[in-house]
């Protein structure tokens, strides 16, 4: 069964700090989402990763993926408190198509 | 606005109640999923279709719980005799089947929040 690991859990940051939040699984998988989710909103995609050692980049954030190692990274750079929210790393199950997601990342990012 | 669309946005109910909750999808995506979200926690997969045919249901989805999608179009998910653990935020999302990057993304409505007393 197909499980899916993030940590941290929460962590809170300066602004124009570094980090990186780190999502594991444990079975193989053709494909990761990273989620960003605001409080008592929905989800919103930032990244969709399909081949091993992909790599995208939206402004501070910038995700990778190691099919061999089954991690994925998203790394916040320079971060500013208009990314504080929840991040969600979820992993498509083969031959299947739901997706399973992690518990989730809370960012708080103090001024 | 073209985007995954829920209906209603806050359910409050009684114990032993049914309700029924509704999604309609981006109107060119042929699949749809339903998760529940309780707090602090990730969506958990409950049930999707392509078109008008379930395809997969969790074990978290009871036999109180039932989902529907008669036209292939929008979609009912329907809870009998609600009890106070199916308090959760309950999403719908739509996407492409998995031909191509760009249309693999599954795309999240706005959710509707049930609590039940």
């Known amino acids: 069964e197909l499980k899916v690991e993030q940590n941290p859990l929460f962590l809170s940051m300066q602004e124009g700090k570094n980090y990186t939040i780190y999502c594991n699984y444990s079975?193989?998988?053709?494909?990761l989402y990273w989620y960003r989710q605001d409080p008592g909103k929905s989800l919103e995609s930032l990244f969709v990763?399909?081949?091993?050692?992909a790599v995208k980049q939206e402004g501070r954030l910038m995700a990778s993926l190691d099919t061999k190692a089954r991690l994925s990274t998203l790394h916040i750079t320079a971060a500013v408190h208009d990314l504080s929210a929840t991040y969600f790393c979820a992993v498509g199950a083969n031959r299947d198509d739901k997706i399973i997601f992690g518990k989730g990342t809370r960012l708080h990012i103090l001024p | 606005d073209t985007g995954v669309s829920q209906d209603p946005r806050h359910k409050i109910t009684k114990r032993g109640q049914n309700v029924t909750f509704r999604c309609d999808p981006i109107?060119?995506?042929?699949?749809l999923y339903w998760y529940r979200q309780t707090l602090g926690q990730g969506p958990e997969f409950l049930t999707y279709f392509q078109n008008e045919a379930q395809l997969e249901k969790s074990r978290l989805l009871s036999d109180r719980f039932s989902a529907e999608r008669p036209k292939g179009s929008f979609s009912t998910l329907e809870i009998q005799r609600t009890e106070q653990g199916d308090s959760a935020m309950y999403l719908c999302?739509?996407?492409?089947?998995?031909?191509?990057?760009?249309?693999?993304?599954?795309?999240f409505g706005p959710g509707t929040r049930l609590t039940v007393l």
């Open positions: 990763l399909l081949s091993n050692g």
């Open positions: 079975t193989t998988s053709d494909r």
């Open positions: 109107s060119e995506h042929n699949r």
């Open positions: 999302a739509s996407s492409f089947p998995r031909v191509a990057e760009i249309t693999d993304t599954q795309y």
